[in-house]
């Protein structure tokens, strides 16, 4: 009775790429969640002469949001109402319509990536529409409250924060690390060929 060596090469099972199919599920998955979080900040406030920041309003923006004009509004010392009595002929917000393709993007390449047997086809598919996302999110821009931003600049008692969340920063290497997922497995096998 001849015992198999668990060690040999030529005996051992070829590996499956599932475990990429699904580290690249997973990447575009989180791409995808992130583009529902707040991708942009905005804090609007004075500034006393001892330099203590009062809030009057913080803005929010998520991918979602940016792509019809929408933002979440945390009032500080003043209210939305005010605000918005104030900068009543300003666009709050913004919109920037070709986020949504960022999205689609990612969702696109998450089905691809499930329903297609053949893998090259597959990761053909990945790999073109996780690059088009990436270069997606770097070509749109977030416009939150951008001439809200510039007009109280002009006053030197108030101050501005305007920041890019985590959120955004992911949804960009999510999208980036999906890529490079399809792009590891596709070498592996045209190495295998």
Not at 3 to 28: E, M
Not at 92 to 102: K, M
Not at 116 to 141: H, Q, Y
Request: hydrophobic fraction near 50%; glycine fraction near 8%; charge should be positive.
């Amino acid at each position: 009775m001849a015992t198999k060596n668990i060690f040999d090469r030529k005996a051992a099972p070829p590996v499956s790429p599932r475990p990429t199919r699904h580290g690249i599920g997973g990447a575009l998955a989180v791409g995808l969640v992130c583009f529902f979080l707040p991708w942009v900040q905005l804090s609007c406030g004075e500034l006393s002469r001892s330099g203590e920041k009062t809030v009057h309003f913080t803005v929010t923006q998520s991918g979602f949001q940016a792509t019809y004009g929408g933002a979440s509004f945390v009032a500080g010392t003043k209210t939305e109402e005010e605000i918005r009595g104030k900068y009543k002929q300003t666009d709050l917000s913004g919109t920037a319509p070709l986020i949504v393709l960022f999205a689609l993007l990612l969702l696109s390449a998450l089905i691809a990536n499930y329903i297609f047997r053949d893998e090259m086809t597959r990761l053909n598919l990945v790999l073109g529409l996780s690059a088009a996302a990436a270069l997606i999110w770097v070509i749109a821009k977030i416009p939150l409250a951008d001439r809200i931003a510039r007009e109280s600049r002009t006053d030197l008692s108030l101050f501005v924060d305007i920041h890019y969340t985590v959120w955004y920063v992911i949804a960009l290497g999510a999208a980036i690390a999906s890529f490079l997922l399809a792009a590891l497995q596709w070498l592996q096998l045209r190495q295998r060929e």
